[in-house]
């Protein structure tokens, strides 16, 4: 039995559902086990067809559909089955990834920790100590591949003992949304991407504070070198993300960093503002308390 045909079986019984859609899996499920009868485009099961399924799905599969998911890790499935590999959760998928600058620190279970440079710590988010990190500056990064370069960002004065946080892609990416939404915004910091869609999920997170590389003096004084580190192409590609942006009720400071966006069309990847020692400013959201950029 594959863990997809065990899915399809837990999908109408954990819904209620008498019924699924005649096709491959449940075409091969129904000449297994004899359970449904064909009504047109449809499989029909009674209570009888229910379980017979529910038994299937336990002796071949060893998890009880009803009650049972494949969403946990491989250890956890090797609790209740001999092949951990039906684990559907990924292996790293749901670590959440720190890393710190200067004298900053992360407790997990019960450890303040700090990263040497070039590493980072992937954590069960069960483990990390979120009181503890309310009391630090926290920065929240797009890219994962920038972790491991915490030491080589220009992080603005008063952020540079700062915990990153990875803003995650899979099973993460909920976790470190809950425990951004959880930061003081005094003590919370977005950086991503300085490009119509970086700077709108940025301003989505609609409080504390945005890290913005500062592009003016290098736009006007070396524009050739400039170009190498400016993707115009990625910015022509985002027309609907800066068409929200001007639809914001933004303040006269947002308005200008809006501008100076569009009318240089700036698409500066975080790789490219580390790799390139572009140095930070710390911006405020719009709906920020703070009243002054740092």
Known sequence: MSPGEFRAIQQVLQSGKTSAQRNKTWTRLHEETGAGSISGRLFLFDQNDLQRLRDYARNRFGL??????????RVEMAEKNTDEKRAAKSVFGELLLF???????????GRPLSTPPGSILSVKPELVDREALKQTKLVLVENGSLMVEAHRIQLPDGWGDSVLLYRGHGDN?????????????????????????????ALQVGRGTVLLPDVV???SVNSKAFDAVNQRNVFRKQNSALNRLKQLSLDNHWTAILNLLEVNELAIMQEHITAHHFSLRAVPTPDSDSAHES
């Open 64 to 73: 009880d559909p009803l009650f049972d998911s494949t969403k946990v890790s």
């Open 173 to 201: 990416f909920a976790e470190a949304a809950l425990i951004a939404s959880a930061q003081p915004a005094e003590n919370l910091a977005v950086y991503f991407d300085f490009d119509p869609e970086g700077l709108e999920m």
């Open 99 to 109: 890393a710190t600058t200067g004298t900053a620190e992360v407790t997990i279970s």
């Open 217 to 219: 003096e290098r736009i």
